[in-house]
């Protein structure tokens, strides 16, 4: 991957994975040019020795002298408009005054989110996850909310993205593990149909890269006697990817300690099958975007059946993400799904809402028939 930079221009680094290019003289076209070579230069993935690697870049452009003439004050804006560019995945843009009204909500989002656990604001949701075999709801997925006390529940895909860029998503996926856990241990003490439930917590990238996971959840397990293999740790395939041998170490400390894995958005990424099978994961999960087009599209099938196929070569099991209809219910127990987590199945639910589950006698889906109103009219 290369790049050819114009004769003035200049390259700066200014963090871990930001940079800057000054183009003296540039106008708005050289600038929006450069932008777009920049982007095509990223499409391709970044082969290195076995893993090709998807890069990617959000750009923001300050010109002089319509942004400002100080260098200091054009870098804040080029910033600005960076994050503007990066929440709206569109690829670059130019700064505009009214980016400044999206920086400060950002930056007064970001601070309260800094407070948001000490404040008590943020609860998990949890979204069983269903054997086609038996109907049986073997494990929940524990999901991180927010309600912030004046805008109410903030979405996910607007703070999950600021934890990870300021790295907020380390506290909180610690919080989030201790939490979860702590549930299941009371659910287990309380509800024979919750002594085989499995709680699944993510672990992003930022967390590998920044904390010693495997210490942190064996001090977890410890505090709240949970077992290890009640567990299941979900990492994505690109974040998996990031950094493959750091991974691959903690993942087979997490494994010697009999914590379950789960590769998420499994085919999303662009990942080489011969560090994932090195990889000592249980399951695999395949994306909802494969699930979207079954029926519609034969190649999503196709990649549904090979992703299964895969799986059991290598000895783990799968789960089926955003399940919506029945048809595709049917069609993925037809290719041997193990799992599905579905909204057809049952939404997120409050904990609250997944206790009066398990205390019911209603937390078996007749996945035989197809029928999903039991876990639904929970």
Not at 13 to 37: C, I, N, V, W, Y
């Amino acid at each position: 991957m290369a790049l050819e930079l114009p004769d003035s221009a200049t390259l700066a680094r200014l963090s871990g994975d930001e940079f800057a290019f000054l183009l003296p003289g540039g106008s708005t076209d050289t600038a929006s040019g450069f932008a777009k070579r920049i982007l095509r230069t990223l499409e391709k993935p970044l082969q290195i020795g076995n893993v090709a690697l998807d890069v990617g870049a959000s750009l923001g452009i300050a010109v002089a002298p319509a942004h400002g003439m100080e260098a200091e004050l054009l870098q804040r804006r080029a910033d600005v408009a960076m994050h503007v560019a990066k929440s709206r995945r569109s690829g670059y843009m130019f700064y505009s005054s009214d980016q400044d009204i999206h920086s400060r909500d950002r930056l007064q989002l970001a601070a309260d989110l800094r407070r948001s656990i000490e404040r008590g604001e943020l609860r998990l949701h949890y979204q069983p996850i269903i054997s086609l075999r038996t109907g049986q709801i073997e494990e929940a997925e524990a999901l991180v909310r927010w309600k912030h006390p004046d805008r109410g529940m903030v979405p996910p895909s607007d703070f999950i993205p600021l934890a990870e860029d300021t790295g907020m998503i380390v506290p909180i996926g610690r919080w989030v593990l201790d939490q979860a856990c702590r549930q299941v241990v009371a659910w287990r003490s309380r509800y024979p149909s919750a002594r085989l439930l499995r709680v699944g917590v993510n672990i992003s990238a930022r967390q590998f890269q920044h904390t010693d996971v495997p210490a942190e959840v064996r001090l977890v397990l410890q505090q709240t006697e949970l077992d290890a293999s009640s567990l299941k740790l979900e990492i994505t395939e690109t974040s998996a990817m990031t950094d493959p041998e750091l991974s691959i170490a903690s993942l087979w400390l997490l494994k010697g300690m009999g914590v379950q894995l789960a590769i998420d958005d499994f085919g999303t990424g662009y990942s080489s099958l011969s560090y994932l099978k090195r990889f000592p994961a249980d399951t695999l999960k395949i994306d909802k975007v494969f699930v979207d087009g079954l029926g519609v599209h034969p190649e999503d099938s196709a990649i549904v059946a090979a992703s299964i196929a895969f799986a059991r070569a290598v000895g783990l099991t799968t789960t089926a993400e955003g399940v919506e209809n029945a048809d595709q219910l049917a069609e993925l127990k037809q290719l041997g799904v193990d799992r599905v987590q579905a909204y057809y199945c049952s939404k997120p639910l409050t904990a609250a809402q997944m206790e009066a589950l398990l205390r019911s006698s209603a937390n078996l889906i007749e996945v035989h028939g197809m029928d999903a109103t039991s876990v639904r009219a929970a």
